[in-house]
């Protein structure tokens, strides 16, 4: 079974962008929806609306609260989840691919 939230949970995740440094993914459900086990590399979540939603890992679980426009750091990890509030959740996660900045510099268009 894939760990990748856009093959296992496809009504959910959506790619908006990819390039060889990032994945853009777009996440909305409504209350009620569950996640299948999936996981992501160290990422940034943008939060587009305000939502409740419990995290589960293995036996851990926690609530949490988001309010729309706030940015969060989220560390490579593997969980489902499920809203458990009355709103959709509405987020946009910027995933980071493992690659060398260094590499691209040396040998790269980028801004001089």
Known sequence: M???PVASNPDHYKVVFENDRVRVLEYTDV???KTTPHEH???VMYTLSSFRRRLCSGDAQRDVEMIA???NW???QQHYGENIGDTPTHVIFV???TGSAAADAEGGLGPS
Do not use: N, R
Request: hydrophobic fraction near 15%; charged fraction near 35%.
């Open 31 to 33: 209350p009620g929806d």
């Open 69 to 71: 426009g706030s940015t």
């Open 95 to 97: 995933e980071l691919k």
């Open 2 to 4: 894939t760990k990748d």
């Open 41 to 43: 590399p160290d990422s």
């Open 74 to 76: 989220l560390p490579a």
